[in-house]
């Protein structure tokens, strides 16, 4: 009897530390995971910035920072200046961390413009709309009676109800192709710096009658500005067909290529996404 009483308090001391501290060290963690994805994120943005002067409204631009979905580990981060909108970024977490232990983030996505993706205004009405990311084929899923509709993530657009959902590519993207953590935006490459209609030049219409031509980053890279070039995405199980004239390209510690297209402002995907889901054409 003695001994479980000398052993009683003790047991309550470390019950009682461990009720304490953890919630304080929970939100320390907290706390310094937040402080490492605004530290991120502002450190893209301002290599983007000197890199590029399509992007120069970003200078000095508040963020505003939401979740996309549920335990996607995605972040939807709007770029506003004096209340409006310029622009976005999509960020994700990386599944392996650092080598000091800390969290790992890769850029999923990123744009310039006044309309972003899951913009509130095209936001459906219903409560229980869904945010899903996937590069071009990002949407709001609406659960509807006994199914569900697809709303574009970035026009707001309802999707015929035959469109079904893709198998996710994004997340299979190698982290090598994926601007993370610490790198700088090194080259960029302008081909137009007025936006452009993909139906300016149709010329890209012939070729989808036949297989496509591979090109490479590197090839673009090189790319005079007498060409135009089009990238065509088959989406939604081939329900959806969506052509994009391309404007430039960036070069992530010369290695990681992201392709900027028109699409109600200028929007940066990774070049091997792109590669995986559509087909470029020069003309």
Not at 160 to 167: C, F, I, L
Request: hydrophobic share 40%; with cysteine; glycine share 6%.
């Amino acid at each position: 009897m003695d001994m479980t009483r000398r052993l009683f308090p003790l047991g309550c001391f470390v019950l009682s530390f461990i009720l304490i501290f953890a919630p304080q060290a929970s939100r320390a963690e907290k706390q310094n995971w937040n402080q490492l994805f605004q530290s991120q994120v502002k450190q893209w943005m301002e290599t983007i910035v000197q890199r590029d002067e399509q992007f120069r409204d970003w200078r000095r631009a508040d963020l505003d920072v939401q979740a996309l979905g549920a335990n996607q580990r995605q972040w939807l981060v709007s770029v506003n200046q004096r209340g409006k909108q310029v622009g976005y970024l999509i960020v994700g977490e990386a599944p392996v961390q650092s080598d000091s232990g800390n969290p790992s983030f890769v850029l999923l996505e990123y744009g310039v413009g006044e309309y972003i993706l899951f913009d509130d205004a095209f936001a459906p009405r219903e409560i229980a709309a869904e945010p899903v990311y996937d590069g071009f084929a990002s949407y709001w899923r609406v659960a509807h009676h006994q199914s569900q509709k697809l709303v574009d993530a970035k026009t707001g657009e309802t999707f015929p109800r035959a469109a079904q959902p893709d198998q996710p590519v994004m997340k299979t993207i190698q982290p090598e192709n994926l601007a993370g953590s610490g790198q700088s935006l090194t080259q960029t490459h302008l081909f137009d710096d007025a936006a452009t209609d993909p139906f300016d030049d149709i010329g890209w219409l012939q070729d989808t009658n036949k297989p496509a031509d591979e090109v490479t980053w590197k090839q673009l890279m090189q790319k005079s500005d007498s060409k135009h070039v089009t990238l065509t995405v088959s989406l939604y199980q081939d329900e959806v067909f969506a052509p994009f004239a391309v404007n430039s390209l960036h070069l992530w510690n010369d290695n990681a290529a992201y392709v900027g297209v028109w699409d109600g402002g200028l929007r940066f995907l990774p070049f091997a996404y792109a590669d995986r889901v559509g087909d470029f054409h020069v003309n």
